[in-house]
């Protein structure tokens, strides 16, 4: 069976921290793109950071750029994402996704939020 489980939600106050896990099981996650997005209330889902198979390319919504580091161990099947310096903004349902040219899975998501 196909997985991808996030973990790592959670309430924090604006300029703290918060490290979202991935765990994929099921299927071979090195051979995908590993992506996490995020929907507010009443938005559309939205890409947060996206990373190769390979890890060697990397990218991120603008207003995320150098607060957000998305990172994988292809050992552990597993991407994370670490959030720094979090504003309330940033309050959302954070989905890990992974996908290739013709599969694509996504998470159960995992609630961030963030307090002013």
């Known amino acids: 069976e196909v997985q991808l489980v996030e973990s790592g939600g959670g309430l924090v106050q604006a300029g703290g921290s918060l490290r979202l896990s991935c765990a994929a099981s099921g299927f071979t996650a090195s051979n995908y793109a590993m992506s996490w997005y995020r929907q507010a209330p009443g938005k559309e889902r939205e890409l947060v950071a996206r990373?190769?198979?390979?890890?060697?390319?990397?990218r991120y919504a603008d207003s995320m750029k150098g607060r957000f580091t998305i990172s994988r161990d292809n050992a552990k099947n597993t991407v994370y994402l670490q959030m720094d310096s979090l504003k309330p903004e940033n309050t959302a349902v954070y989905y890990c996704?992974?996908?290739?040219?013709?599969?694509?899975?996504w998470g159960q998501g995992t609630q961030v939020t963030v307090s002013s």
């Open positions: 996704n992974a996908r290739q040219v013709l599969k694509e899975y």
């Open positions: 990373i190769s198979a390979f890890a060697d390319t990397t």
